[in-house]
C-alpha cells in the first residue's frame, strides 16, 4: 500500500500463492489492486519456473525485488518452512540474478539472534530459537552465496500494524478476552522480558529506502527506539481496555516453569481459546484468523532485544518511535472492519 498510495514506482507486481480477491483484504488494500501501478501474479515461489517466470509478466524489467514470501505461523513442520522460506528464496534470489535486477532485498527476522537482554546489533552472534528463524538463517545464507546477486538482508523486531496477525495482535487478542470476562489479566515471566516492535509502516518506508539506499551485502535490524518490554505492552493493554493487569508471581512461575512449556501453553490456551470464541459466536463472527493461541515456540522467557541504530545512520528515520494505544486501536478497527473482530470487545 505504501508504494502505491504514495506513488513511489512506475510500476508494481504482487506476487501471492492466494489471489488477493479472497485474501479478506480491507476496502483500502483492495483499491491498491485497482491502482494503474499495480499488477498481480499469482505464483507459488517455491516453484522455479514460477520465480522465472515473473520477470516476463506485465512487460517485465523489475528493477527491485523485495523478497516477503515465507511462512509466518509458528510450530509447523520443518517442511512446510523448507517449501516456504528456505525453497523460496532460493529460486527467488536465483530468478533476480539471472534477470540483473539492481537490489534484492530479503526480509528475515530479528529472532535470529542469541537471545540477549543486551540488544543484538547486526553483527551480534547468531544463534535461531524458533523454526521460522533456522529457515530464515538458511535462507539468508543462500543469499549471501547467490553469485552476481547486488542483496541486503533485514531483520525486523515484532512487527505490529495494520494486518499483523502473530505480532503483538495476539497480546490484543488476549488482552480483549480480560475485558469481556471482568478479570485481571496475568502475563507469564516478567514485566522486563523484552518484546522490541517496529510498525508495519516504518517496515514498508525502510524497505523502499534500501532499494537504493544501504551498502550492498549489509544486514539491517527493523527496531524503533522504545526497547519494548511486557510491562509497557501491558500498560498499553490497560489504556486500551480499561483493565488491570500483573504478572505471574514468582512462586507460582517458578512452580509452572518446573513443569515444562507444554503446561504453561496448554494452560495459557485452555484460558483463553474458549472464552474468546464465545465472545466472537456472541457477537456474530463465526470465522476470524484471529487467535489468542500461544505456540509453544513463544512460551520461552527469551527476549526479543534489538538495535534498530544501523539503518537511521544511512539516513533512515522511524515514523513510529513506539506502540501507542491509538496505533493498537487502528489495527483493531481494520479488523472490525473486516468483520473478525467484535466491535463491542472494543468499544463496549
Known sequence: MYLAKSKLASKICVADKVLWQIAGLSKAEQQVYDSPLVSFKQADLGNPDHANGLYSHDGGKW??????????????????????????????????????????????????????????????????????????????????????????????????????????????????????????????????????????????????FLCTKGTTGAVYNLSDGNDTDQGKINKLLEGIYGIKTDFVGAIKMTAASAMGTK???????????????????????????????????????????????????????????APTVELLKVVLRDYIEKGYFPKEMLDG
Not at 528463524?133 to 552476481?148: D, F, L, P, Q, Y
Not at 465472545?279 to 484468523?289: E, L, M
Open 63 to 208: 528493477d527491485y525485488v523485495i523478497n516477503l514470501a515465507a511462512a509466518t505461523k509458528y510450530s509447523q513442520g520443518k517442511e512446510v518452512y523448507d517449501a516456504n522460506i528456505v525453497n523460496a528464496t532460493k529460486n527467488s534470489s536465483t530468478a533476480a540474478s539471472k534477470n540483473g535486477v539492481k537490489r534484492f532485498i530479503h526480509v528475515s527476522t530479528g529472532q535470529v539472534y542469541d537471545a540477549n537482554k543486551k540488544p543484538s546489533g547486526e553483527n551480534d552472534k547468531i544463534k535461531p530459537w524458533t523454526a521460522i528463524a533456522k529457515a530464515h538463517e538458511e535462507a539468508e545464507n543462500i543469499v549471501r552465496a547467490t553469485s552476481g546477486l547486488n542483496a541486503i538482508i533485514v531483520r525486523p523486531a515484532t512487527v505490529y500494524g495494520t494486518g499483523d496477525i502473530y505480532g503483538l495482535t495476539p497480546r490484543l487478542i488476549v488482552g480483549s478476552i480480560y475485558k469481556y470476562l471482568g478479570k485481571k489479566m496475568e502475563t507469564l515471566y516478567s514485566s522486563g522480558l523484552r518484546v522490541n516492535t517496529v510498525h508495519a509502516d516504518d517496515v514498508a518506508r525502510a524497505l523502499h
Open 263 to 321: 503446561f504453561l501453553v496448554g494452560f495459557a490456551n485452555d484460558s483463553h481459546l474458549k472464552p474468546f470464541s464465545d465472545a466472537c459466536k456472541k457477537y456474530g463472527i463465526y470465522d476470524t484468523p484471529l487467535t489468542p493461541y500461544l505456540d509453544e515456540e513463544l512460551v520461552l522467557p527469551n527476549p526479543l532485544s534489538i538495535d534498530g541504530h544501523a539503518i537511521e545512520a544511512a539516513g533512515f528515520k522511524y515514523d513510529h518511535p
